[in-house]
């Protein structure tokens, strides 16, 4: 009684307290799962979130946003807003009971049961052609496959994920895509010279900056424009260039 009663504690503690990011380390894996749980928690749904408990994420001086990403629990998004905003996307992998999974209905405020079945399927992330180690996926190699739901771990839910990472080894065409065959590829790196592109209905403009920050393909990163010294939101496009 004694033991529930302090668990009781420390979870009120954990949903009331605002989620700050220590600002040299980061924040862990395992903080963003155990949020996560929590908020899963709340709204009646029995899942567990896969992520790496180990991994360091981006600092954040506000609280964490976490929200449904398709409408359902199945997968999550987890953000920061802000200036220097990141978000993630996490898979559940829901806990079965008597060969029954709890889904939370969106529409429905009542908890409801779906029955568990090995032919349930997911889509996921895959490349058309198969990579060899060393290779950069590209927007035109990206599509989505189904596998069954039993399968889905480690994967990326979303195929735009995969866009500008580069393999740790080879990658056969159209099966799923695991996080631990890619590494991250910063076509931009911090302190790095770039040049800024701004396309307009009648006007193309460039300009020279220099990174304040890392960035893969797509990323949204902070740049300084040498000659006027501002700071501004730019997306990584190709090495050494982003738009505006």
Known sequence: MINRFFSLIITMIVLLTPLKLNAENGISGKIIKNTVENILSQNKVAAIPVINEKKIYPNCNNQLNVRPTLGDWKTITVECAGKHSWKIVIRNKFVSTSNQIKILDKTNPKLTLGNQNSHNKVKVAAIKRSIRRGDVITPSDVVEISIPEYNATDIFPNYKDLIGRRAKTTIRALTPV???????????????????????????????????????????????????????????VAEKKVNV
């Open 178 to 236: 695991y996080s631990r065959q890619l590494e991250t590829n910063f076509l931009i790196k911090q302190d790095m010279q770039v040049t800024i592109s701004y396309q307009g209905k009648h006007i193309s403009v460039q300009m020279e900056g220099i990174a304040l920050e890392n960035g893969q393909y797509g990323d949204w990163i902070n740049v300084k424009n040498t000659k006027s010294g501002k700071v501004i939101l730019a997306k990584v």
